[in-house]
């Protein structure tokens, strides 16, 4: 598929709104039913539906309800534990795809170009999927961009525009508008490959002095406008890593960890992370942090900077 017919195009819109609405609309459609007949609902099965529907769909939707899954209480127990393996555990797409967009980015003799490259994704997210490969005795993991991602997010915006405006409605009290707006911006940002592979390199640089923090080295003959190559970090995923180590000593320093990777930028240059999936991070047998995706990076004016460590002063301070 060539670069032209992936721009956001009225045709890949359509596609999108009916591809929402065949998988959406069908469990709901489902679920409408089982009121109606005064059936009881089967929650961990609707659960387990909605999870293979939303990882299917790909695009905002997708990591809308990843961050739905990790906020206390929105939603019921049965749907969180579904949707928590959407952060690490997402549908892939097939060889088929995948040899399709890495011939588009690096020409059409591109497994040449390493001495092994896995026919099956490692991880798979709600923009992208990862492959492992070699190089030179070398791990690499080979971030792919779905197809037409530029379409379907420009769709899904418009969607939650819609949605905005429904609450709006009900609740005066908070205007979505600019929400809608920081939404839209890093998520036109997050298909900018280019743009993710310099912000890595930021990255790289701002936490050169943390030996509690691991930042990917990017692979620039490796790269393209929908491929970004790193070398591979070995790491367990985050909550995995909590259940095997549960004790105190050992999350206090993942969470000392995950503070640095964070705050770190934050404070010293005005920059921080802006995606809470949790399959962004893994952590190493020492409890040190593997930083892993650098698609929604914000930039700050050095005032809103100064102004969150005056809240979190007096928040410490109880003043």
């Not at 529907?53 to 790909?58: E, M, P, R």
């Not at 003959?221 to 890593?241: A, F, I, K």
Request: hydrophobic letters at 40%; aromatic letters at 8%; glycine letters at 8%.
């Amino acid at each position: 598929m060539s670069k032209d017919r992936e721009e956001g195009s009225l045709g890949g819109r359509v596609r999108r709104y009916a591809k929402v609405g065949t998988a959406v609309g069908g469990l709901a459609a489902r679920l409408a039913g089982d009121r109606m007949f005064g059936m009881s609902i089967d929650r961990p099965t609707h659960a387990k539906d909605l999870k293979n529907a939303l990882g299917g769909l790909k695009g905002p939707l997708m990591k809308v309800a990843q961050i739905l899954a990790t906020i206390p209480e929105a939603l019921p127990e049965e749907y969180v534990q579904e949707l928590l393996q959407l952060q690490s555990n997402a549908p892939a797409m097939g060889w088929l795809f995948v040899k399709r967009r890495m011939a588009t980015e690096l020409g059409a003799a591109w497994q040449d170009r390493f001495d092994n490259f896995e026919h099956e994704a490692a991880a798979a997210a709600s923009l992208g999927q990862v492959h492992r490969a070699e190089l030179d005795g070398r791990g690499l993991a080979c971030k792919l961009q779905y197809p037409d991602m530029q379409s379907v997010v420009e769709a899904d915006l418009r969607q939650l525009k819609l949605v905005f405006n429904i609450y709006r409605r009900y609740d005066q009290a908070i205007d979505p508008t600019a929400i809608h707006g920081e939404l839209s911006a890093r998520l036109r940002e997050e298909l900018d490959y280019i743009r993710e592979a310099k912000q890595l390199r930021l990255y790289a640089e701002m936490l050169s002095d943390e030996a509690s923090v691991h930042v990917p080295e990017v692979v620039d003959e490796l790269c393209g406008d929908r491929l970004v190559s790193m070398t591979w970090l070995e790491g367990t995923p985050l909550l995995p890593y909590i259940e095997a180590n549960g004790d105190t000593a050992s999350r206090n320093q993942v969470a000392l960890n995950m503070f640095r990777a964070w705050y770190v930028p934050l404070y010293h240059y005005g920059v921080i992370h802006g995606d809470p999936h949790l399959g962004n991070y893994t952590v190493r047998d020492d409890g040190s942090i593997n930083l892993l995706d650098f698609g929604c990076i914000r930039v700050f004016e050095p005032s809103f900077v100064r102004g969150v460590i005056d809240l979190y002063t007096a928040l410490k301070d109880d003043d």
